[in-house]
C-alpha cells in the first residue's frame, strides 16, 4: 500500500513537471523572440536564436521608443495605484455605513451596487465615455472617479458580506465613549477591515492594471496605459513590428511576475476570499 | 448604530455613490434610451422605436453570429477550465513535494492582461499552423480553440486555487470514516470531495460563465474578429458595430442592451441550477 502510493505520487509529479514546463513555455517562447531580429519571429518562433537572428537589446529600444513604454508604465502605476486606494477607502466607508444603518436609501443603494456587478462593461462603454468628456474626467486623475463608480459593485459586496460578521458592540462602546462615526469608523472599524482590505485591493488591482477598454476609450488617445500602448503596435494588419511587440510583451509581463512572487500569498487568499464572498 | 446624523452618512456615502451615478447609473440609463435613438454623439439623438432591435436580427445577423459562437465557447471554456481546474486541486492536495512550486505556476497566467495574453498565444498558435501554410485568421474554428486553449491556460489556475482552499476544507474524519468504511478512492471522491466541493463548483462555474461571456480583449488581440467578423464573440461585435462605422451607433447600443439582459439571466439561471445541490457537511 505504501509503496504502491509512492510509485503513484511519482507519476503524479513528473505529470505536473512536465505540465507546468508547458504552461510557462508561452512566456518563455516570447522571451527567448525577443533578443531576434523582427523578421526572423513570425516564420520560426520556436527556434532558438542564433548568430544571424540574435540583436541582443534593439528590439527592446525600439518598442520603447515606439510605444513610449515608459511614460505608459508611469500611467499605469499611477492610475492602479490612486484607483485602488481611492476605491478601497470610499467602498469601505460606504459598506459600513449602509451595512450599519438600516434606511430605504441604504437598501437602495446596496442593490443598486450589487445588481451592477452583472452588467457588462459594452452597456455603458459609449455613455460612460461620453460623460466622462462632459465632466472633464478623460485624464489620468479623472478616471480614477469611473473605476469608483464602476467597481464600487464588488467591493461594496465584499466588504459588506465581512462587516455583518463583525459584532456590534465594539461600534457601541466607541460611541459611547463619545466617538463620533468617523473616529469609530477609522479608529475601530477600519483596522478590523484588515483582511478583507487586502482581498479587496488585490482584486482591484488585477482588474484596473490590466484593464483595456475602460481608458483606451476615455484616455487612449492622449495617455496610454500599458495594455494600450501594447494594443497600439498591432497598427494596420501586416505592418507590425514583431521584435519591438515580443520586446513590450516581455516588459508587460515582468513587473506582474515581480509583483506576484513578492505578495503571492496575499493573491491567493485574496482570490480565494473574494471568490467566496462574491 | 441603528441611525446616523444626516451630515455623517453624506460624507460616508456620498462619495462612493456620486461616482457610481456618474460612471455608472446615468450612463446606464442614457444607454437603454438610446438604443431607441439614432444617434453619432449623445445630443442628437434622434427616436425611432424598436427599429435598432429589428435591425440587430435582420439579414445575415454578425450577432447572431457572435452569439452562437459566444455561446459555444462559453459551454466549451467553462467545462474545460472547471475539469482541469478541479483536476490539478485533486492533484495539488495529495502533499506532493512541490506542491507549492506548482500551485505558483499554475497560477501565474491569471495576473497577465488579457491583451498581453491575446499576443502571446497569437505567436504560438501562428508558430504551429505555420507547417501547415495558414494562420490563425485562416479560419473562425481556429480563432475559436484558440481562444479555449488560451482562456483554460488562463483561468484554471483561479479556479484551482478555490478548488484547493474548499477540498482543504472538508474534515479529515470523513475520510477517514470512510476508508475505514471501506470505500475506495473512486468512492471517496464521488461521495465525498464532489458533494462537499459543490459550494466552490457554484463559484467556479458562475466566475467562469460570466467571464466567457463578456470575453473581449483577448478575443481582440489574438484574432480581432477574423476572418472578416466569424470569430468575433458578443463584446467585440458590439464594440465593432459602434466605433466600426458611423451611423450605426444606435444598433450598437441596442445589441449592449440585449448584451446586458443576456448576461444578467444566464448568471441568475445558472445560481438557480448549481445552488440546490450544495450540501453542509
Redesign the interface.
Known amino acids: 500500500m505504501q509503496r504502491r502510493q509512492r510509485t503513484q505520487?511519482g507519476v503524479?509529479?513528473v505529470?505536473?513537471?512536465i505540465?507546468?514546463v508547458l504552461?510557462?513555455?508561452?512566456?518563455l517562447?516570447?522571451f527567448m523572440?525577443s533578443f531576434k531580429g523582427r523578421f526572423f519571429?513570425?516564420?520560426?518562433?520556436?527556434a532558438l536564436p542564433t548568430a544571424e537572428t540574435f540583436v541582443a537589446l534593439q528590439n527592446y529600444f525600439s518598442g520603447i521608443a515606439k510605444t513610449g513604454f515608459i511614460r505608459a508604465f508611469g500611467y499605469s502605476l499611477f492610475i492602479t495605484v490612486f484607483s485602488v486606494g481611492t476605491v478601497v477607502l470610499?467602498?469601505a466607508?460606504?459598506a459600513?455605513?449602509?451595512t450599519?444603518?438600516?434606511?430605504w436609501?441604504s437598501s437602495v443603494?446596496f442593490y443598486?451596487?450589487v445588481y451592477?456587478m452583472?452588467?457588462?462593461?459594452?452597456?455603458?462603454?459609449?455613455?460612460?465615455s461620453?460623460?466622462a468628456n462632459l465632466?472633464r474626467?478623460d485624464n489620468p486623475l479623472g478616471i480614477i472617479?469611473?473605476?469608483?463608480?464602476?467597481g464600487?459593485?464588488l467591493s461594496?459586496f465584499i466588504f459588506s458580506g465581512f462587516i455583518k460578521t463583525i459584532p456590534?458592540e465594539i461600534?457601541?462602546a466607541a460611541?459611547i465613549d463619545g466617538c463620533?462615526?468617523?473616529q469609530?469608523?477609522f479608529l475601530i472599524v477600519l483596522p478590523v477591515l484588515r483582511p478583507v482590505l487586502i482581498t479587496v485591493t488585490i482584486l482591484n488591482t488585477?482588474w484596473i492594471?490590466?484593464?483595456?477598454?475602460l481608458p483606451y476609450l476615455v484616455i487612449g488617445n492622449t495617455y496610454k496605459t500599458?495594455?494600450i500602448a501594447?494594443?497600439y503596435l498591432?497598427g494596420g494588419y501586416g505592418s507590425r513590428d514583431m521584435g519591438a511587440?515580443?520586446a513590450m510583451?516581455v516588459l508587460?509581463?515582468v513587473p506582474?511576475?515581480i509583483?506576484?512572487?513578492t505578495s503571492?500569498k496575499y493573491?491567493?487568499e485574496g482570490?480565494?476570499a473574494g471568490?467566496?464572498k462574491? | 448604530m441603528e441611525r446616523m446624523p444626516k451630515k455623517y452618512y453624506a460624507f460616508f456615502v456620498l462619495p462612493t455613490a456620486l461616482a457610481f451615478l456618474i460612471a455608472f447609473l446615468i450612463p446606464f440609463l442614457f444607454g437603454i434610451y438610446l438604443s431607441f435613438t439614432e444617434f453619432s454623439t449623445v445630443t442628437n439623438s434622434r427616436w425611432v422605436g424598436p427599429q435598432n432591435y429589428l435591425e440587430v436580427f435582420a439579414g445575415n445577423s454578425s450577432f447572431r453570429n457572435a452569439a452562437i459562437f459566444t455561446g459555444k465557447f462559453a459551454i466549451v471554456s467553462v467545462i474545460l477550465v472547471n475539469l482541469v481546474a478541479f483536476g490539478l486541486a485533486l492533484l495539488l492536495t495529495r502533499k506532493i513535494r512541490g506542491t507549492d512550486s506548482f500551485r505558483t505556476v499554475f497560477f501565474m497566467p491569471n495576473l497577465i492582461g488579457g491583451i498581453v495574453l491575446g499576443y502571446i498565444w497569437q505567436l504560438i498558435i501562428n508558430g504551429i499552423l505555420l507547417n501547415y501554410g495558414v494562420d490563425i485568421t485562416f479560419s473562425a474554428s481556429y480563432g475559436f480553440w484558440g481562444l479555449v486553449v488560451l482562456t483554460t491556460w488562463q483561468h484554471a489556475g483561479y479556479m484551482m486555487v478555490i478548488y484547493i482552499a474548499a477540498i482543504q476544507s472538508i474534515p479529515v474524519e470523513l475520510r477517514e470514516a470512510a476508508r475505514i468504511d471501506g470505500a475506495n478512492a473512486w468512492q471517496e471522491l464521488r461521495n465525498i470531495t464532489v458533494p462537499l466541493v459543490m459550494p466552490a463548483f457554484t463559484i467556479c462555474t458562475f466566475l467562469t460563465l460570466t467571464d466567457s461571456f463578456r470575453l473581449f480583449d483577448q478575443n481582440l488581440s489574438l484574432t480581432a474578429g477574423a476572418p472578416a467578423r466569424a470569430s468575433a464573440m458578443l463584446a467585440l461585435d458590439i464594440y465593432t458595430t459602434f466605433y466600426g462605422r458611423v451611423g450605426s451607433e444606435g444598433v450598437g447600443q441596442a445589441k449592449a442592451v440585449l448584451f446586458f439582459l443576456f448576461v444578467g439571466l444566464i448568471a441568475l439561471g445558472q445560481l438557480r441550477i448549481t445552488r440546490p445541490r450544495e450540501v453542509e457537511s
Do not use: H
Open positions: 505520487n503524479i509529479f505529470f505536473l513537471t505540465l507546468a504552461y510557462l513555455a508561452p512566456m517562447i516570447v523572440n519571429i513570425s516564420d520560426a518562433p520556436f470610499f467602498t466607508m460606504t459600513w455605513c449602509i450599519r444603518v438600516k434606511s436609501v443603494l443598486l451596487l451592477s452583472i452588467v457588462p462593461f459594452q452597456m455603458v462603454m459609449f455613455t460612460m461620453k460623460m465632466l474626467l472617479v469611473l473605476y469608483l463608480g464602476f464600487a459593485g461594496v456590534r461600534e457601541e460611541t463620533n462615526p468617523i469609530t469608523f488585477m492594471w490590466n484593464d483595456y477598454l500599458i495594455p501594447v494594443q498591432q511587440m515580443m510583451l508587460a509581463i506582474i511576475i509583483f506576484y512572487l503571492q493573491i491567493v482570490v480565494v471568490a467566496v462574491g
